[in-house]
């Protein structure tokens, strides 16, 4: 399946997830020159190392972003609560659609409707609501992931992988997890790359294509 949108948004239920399901295929999308914008629904603040600023995952965020290429402007960051996204669907559905009133987005990247957190399946559920005339792909997280749907593959190059663990080094705050391992980020990249016979891919989910 060849990706021909050229307006992307990025879903992402906190900062991070983003880089995290789909950083080697912004990196590729923003090196190609498509127009990628990212919204992170919650900093979560409240998960943050005792004594850290509260502002710490924002400037995180900004930073992480910048390194994959993406213009500052392009960044929305919401003020949810952590864990807590359940309780504010309608208000988060109704972002969601301000969103594609105002950017016109023709591809969406969200979570996958697999995910066992109640923030990511929040905003799984909502995007799939607000972006019914949209072609939408989830993104894998597999320490979340009850089951994923091998579908679409994007190819990519060691240089989109290294940009993928530059912007999640920006996340300081979060070393201790053991995702944000560079060795776990290639080696991801790597399965999912010999299941298509390339050296490097991401892989999503296909919720709506839209030719």
Known sequence: MEITKNKVLVLA??????????????AKFREEGKDVYYAAFSSAKESLPHGMPDNTLELEVREATNRLGIPE???????YTVRKL????????????QMKKDLRPDLVFMPSPND???????????????????????????????????QAFV??????????VHALEAYESQMKRSYLNKEFIFSWARTRGVQIKTTYAETFEVIRWII
Not at 13 to 26: K, Q, S
Not at 73 to 79: A, E, G
Not at 127 to 148: D, G, H, Q, T
Not at 155 to 164: F, G, P, Q, V
């Open 116 to 150: 066992l957190h109640q923030d990511h399946y929040t905003v799984a559920m909502e995007c799939m609501r607000a972006f019914k005339e949209v072609s939408i792909l989830a993104y894998e997280l597999p320490w979340n992931n009850i089951n994923f749907n091998t």
């Open 13 to 26: 239920p906190h900062t991070d997830d983003g880089e995290l399901g789909c950083g080697g295929t912004i």
């Open 86 to 97: 359940n309780y504010e669907r309608q208000n988060v559905l109704e972002d969601m659609v």
């Open 73 to 79: 402007d392009h960044l929305i960051i919401k003020p």
């Open 155 to 164: 190819k990519l190059d060691k240089k989109h992988i290294d940009k993928k």
